[in-house]
Structures are given as C-alpha cells and as structure tokens.
C-alpha cells in the first residue's frame, strides 16, 4: 500500500483531522483586491493575519521561502505553486491589474515577472500588477467618505436637537395658551 502524502497548501503540510488547510487567497480578499484595485499583502503568524503597508519585501522573501518559514510563518506570496513545482507565482491572481472587461491585463506577467516588482523591490515596471497595497486603498476610501458621514450624522444631530426644540416650544405655546384660555375664562366668569 502506497502511503499517502500529506496535502501541500502553499507550503503549510496539513495532517491529521484536525490539520487546518489555509486558503492563501480567501475570497473577502480576493473581493477586496478586485474592488479596490490593490495588492494585499499579509503575514500569518502563529495563526493570526497582519497587514502589512510595505512594499514587496515580504515578496523578494519568497524566493528563499525555505530559509525563513517554517509552519509558523506563512505569508499569502510565501510559496505559491501551481501544479508544475518550476512556476513560481509571486502575487495571487486577484493582485493582477483588470481591464474594463475584467479580463487580466497580463497574468503570466503578474505572476511570474523576475526583473522587478513583485519578484524585486525595484526595477522594471510590471504593468500587470496592482502596486497599491490595499491599506492605503482602504484608508484612501475611508477618508473619501469620513467627510460625507461625518456631515450626515452631525445633520441628523442637528434635525434631532432642532426638532426636540420645535416640540418643546410648541409643547410650552400650547400650554401657554391653555392657560390663557383657562384665565380668560376664570375672568370672564366675574
């Protein structure tokens, strides 16, 4: 009987029942890169995801990846291989720039470029690639619509807090005039 080897999921080995397989590229990610137009770039270490902002170290790190991970340090463009262990893929699909049809501009490019970004920190440009990093995209949205929300919900503030005004003056005229009434009535009763 021929024993089975255990399944590779970008370089984490999963055993037993309990082995978890990590998805390198969950699809929320996946969402928010092809939405944004950004690269996320993150680390799983001891089970937990931080973002990172930096450029493409992480990156330049995979091509020794078996120097510096272990199952204790993962990162989404650690080790990426298809089924051909030859092609390396240093940037997961959704990193890749789209054109207006949603088709990738160059995928092979994106993916696979070794004279520059992502496989380099600096050299040719690679016009297949996202180069924003997906905090700043986010922060950039954020800071689009802060002045938006903020305006709406000091506008709401000021519609509650004027409202509450109107019915307090309108409660107190009423009462005024009720007791005007009430007075006039008394008098004319005399």
Not at 88 to 93: N, Q, R, W, Y
Request: glycine share 4%; net charge positive.
């Amino acid at each position: 009987m021929e024993k089975r080897q255990p399944k590779v999921v970008y370089g984490n080995p999963t055993r037993g029942r309990h082995a978890r397989v990590y998805d390198p590229e969950p699809k929320d990610i996946k969402v928010l890169q092809k939405r944004l137009r950004c690269s996320a770039r993150a680390i799983f270490w001891l089970n937990v995801i931080f973002f990172v902002s930096y450029s493409w170290t992480l990156i330049r790190l995979a091509k020794n990846v078996n120097q510096f991970t272990s199952h204790h340090l993962r990162s989404f463009t650690d080790i990426m291989y298809q089924n051909d262990p030859t092609v390396k893929l240093f940037v997961p699909a959704s990193c890749c720039v789209l054109d207006d049809n949603g088709r990738y501009v160059n995928l092979t490019k994106c993916q696979q470029f070794e004279d520059g970004p992502p496989a380099l920190r600096d050299g040719l440009f690679n016009e297949g690639l996202q180069y924003k990093d997906c905090y700043t995209a986010i922060s950039e949205l954020m800071y689009k619509y802060s002045t938006w929300l903020t305006s709406l919900g000091l506008a709401a503030g000021l519609l509650i807090v004027s409202s509450s005004v109107c019915v307090c003056v309108c409660v107190c005229l009423c009462v005024c005039l009720c007791v005007c009434v009430c007075v006039c009535a008394i008098l004319s009763s005399y």
